[in-house]
């Protein structure tokens, strides 16, 4: 399965890679206790919820080209 910011954090977290990708950027964040209600979303999704404060978008194009490169 190809992973990139339009697949479900689901997705990405079942791929031991994908997971690293995101653990590489967002380790704190990812310990969050709610995390598990926002499996369902992909990360595009994530991101424009989170704001460009906290996942500008030069960060969600480089964790879009690691994830595809995987």
Partial sequence: MSLSIKSKLKDVFKDPNGRRVLEKY????????????????????????????KAPQSLIDKIDKELRDL
Wanted: charge should be neutral.
């Fill in 26 to 53: 967002f380790s704190e964040e990812l310990k969050h206790p709610m995390l598990k209600l926002a499996m369902g979303l992909t990360l595009e999704q994530i991101a424009k919820k989170a704001g460009p404060e």
